[in-house]
């Protein structure tokens, strides 16, 4: 096996054949090329060494894959970072990771207020503009001796890392090598089986996502298949593109699913799509079914985790199970394990367990919490499943209390935290609810201290100047007291169970 840039485009390597489609303009696999070696040299001749941490901030677009490919090639460490982040998020991820640098979009720059030297100055990075100037000079370096240097060799190098929460609140760094984001492309292509080099895709889920950067841009890529990229969720761009652009593999979380549905009732066509990869969040079964029934595609529910770059298992197109992940992909194996690491019967609940070559290489400088996610060589995912007879794993619950929003991980206690620097704020407890649009929601209880008075927009105004706006609580409830165990500890069971009631 090769490293990520000389094996996953070149797999099934077709010069003139539409690799990328973005706004009207396609991008060959020979142009991709070029664009990758030109961004590489370009990098390379602003300081970028091997090992060398960059945070790239960028906009679905050619651009993040000549940013990332392009920093891998030089042997770099890339660090696709969430573009609702704010600087005070942004800092603790500079400072974990050690990076040296930041690539960030135009468009992603204007949303900040400030200045690359402001920026700069705050995180404690060069940072650069990934603007027509760039793209300039880097395609003139694109050829020649610039272009001309050694990539690395070692395939089980690390060439990504990607910030999660895990199975636990503290943000850390999941290390993926070369060979995991290769292998796992490979490994969701054959665990889909039907997908060939004439697909077409979309990509309208967020690029710097695990999920959509290796479903939507590098198994297409190892394939040699085709991918539209839209810069975001535009229920009307999307519906016109699906029709236009002739897709024939749509990926998304469930939320997105329900724009279509709705697409569907009105009798809109999607004339070439036959198959739809749901992932991010549990599907609701009533959402599968009504794909089926009035999309008339096989919708295949997916299961990963960034730890596992990120694909894990698929519902089989062709004998799917209703409420199941499936079976893991090839090459992956999977279990359920009791409290005791110890494997547990058929359809007996406990904690899934997986073993394969995509599994990252452990979490950037922290030892203890690499022990306890990679014991005796296998990943412990955190979630609570069963596996039947025939080797389908379903999902219960989720093992601690992580929620999920529109497919991304929201961990309540670092909303807590936040909370709790209010002035005003004595006790809260955060926990995740149902939502029909985003899967979860994330709901706040706050008890306030004595004779303080306060509205849930002054909380709301407080968070949103310290919190990604995906993570801010779309209901905030103020209570006497918070229902608690013996030992003081808060029962967010009970939380939920009121919010139910």
Not at 144 to 158: C, I, M, Q, R, S
Not at 343 to 354: P, T
Request: hydrophobic share 40%; charged share 25%.
């Amino acid at each position: 096996m090769e490293t990520l840039v000389g094996s996953i485009y070149k797999n099934n390597y077709k010069e003139n054949k539409v690799a990328i489609s973005f706004k009207g303009e396609n991008i060959t696999y020979g142009q991709l090329d070029k664009a990758v070696c030109g961004y590489a040299a370009f990098f390379r001749s602003k300081g970028l060494k091997p090992h060398d941490k960059t945070v790239l901030l960028c906009t679905n677009s050619p651009e993040f894959v000549y940013c990332y490919l392009g920093i891998v090639k030089n042997g770099g460490i890339i660090i696709p970072a969430n573009l609702m982040l704010t600087i005070e998020e942004l800092t603790h991820i500079v400072k974990d990771s050690e990076a040296s640098r930041m690539l960030i979009h135009p468009t992603v720059l204007k949303k900040t207020g400030r200045t690359t030297e402001e920026i700069s100055a705050a995180l404690g990075v060069d940072v650069f503009v990934i603007d027509e100037k760039m793209k300039k000079e880097a395609l003139a370096m694109a050829s020649g001796d610039a272009a001309e240097f050694k990539e690395p060799e070692d395939e089980n190098e690390v060439c990504t890392l990607l910030y999660t929460s895990g199975t636990t609140g503290k943000q850390k760094a999941a290390m993926l090598t070369h060979k995991n984001l290769v292998i796992n492309s490979s490994q969701c292509h054959h665990g889909l089986a039907i997908v060939s080099e004439d697909d077409v895709y979309m990509c309208v889920l967020p690029m710097f996502h695990v999920f959509a950067f290796t479903a939507c841009i590098l198994m297409p890529l190892w394939e040699g298949a085709t991918t539209v990229i839209l810069e975001e969720f535009q229920p009307k761009e999307v519906i016109a593109s699906l029709v236009r652009d002739d897709i024939t593999v749509f990926m998304g979380v469930p939320a997105m699913y329900i724009v279509l549905l709705e697409a569907g009732k009105k009798n809109i066509k999607f004339p070439k799509l036959r198959m739809a990869i749901s992932g991010g969040a549990s599907l609701p079964v009533e959402i599968y079914r009504q794909c089926k029934e009035i999309l008339r595609l096989p919708i295949v529910e997916g299961y990963g985790l960034t730890e596992a770059a990120p694909g894990a298992a698929f519902n089989p197109v062709d004998k799917q199970k209703e409420g199941s992940i499936g079976l893991p992909l090839p090459t992956i194996d999977a279990k359920i394990f009791d409290d005791n690491d110890c494997e547990v019967g058929c359809n007996v609940v406990g904690e899934l367990v997986l073993r394969g070559e995509n599994v990252m290489k452990g979490y950037y400088n922290q030892p203890e919490e690499t022990a306890k996610a990679l014991k005796n060589g296998w990943l412990h995912t955190g979630d609570l499943a069963r596996m039947d007879e025939d080797g389908y794993i379903f999902i219960v619950d989720r093992k601690k209390d992580m929620v999920v929003v529109s497919g991304m991980n929201v961990y309540p206690r670092e909303i807590e935290e936040v909370i709790f620097k209010h002035p005003k704020v004595k006790e809260t407890a955060v926990i995740g609810v149902h939502d029909r649009l985003r899967g979860e929601k994330v709901k706040a209880f706050v008890v306030l201290k004595e004779g303080e008075e306060c509205t849930s927009s002054e909380i709301s105004a407080f968070l949103k100047e310290r919190l990604a706006a995906f993570k801010l609580p779309k209901n905030i409830e103020f209570v006497d007291s918070l229902p608690k165990n013996g030992s003081g500890k808060i029962l967010k069971k009970l939380l939920k169970e009121q919010h139910s009631a």
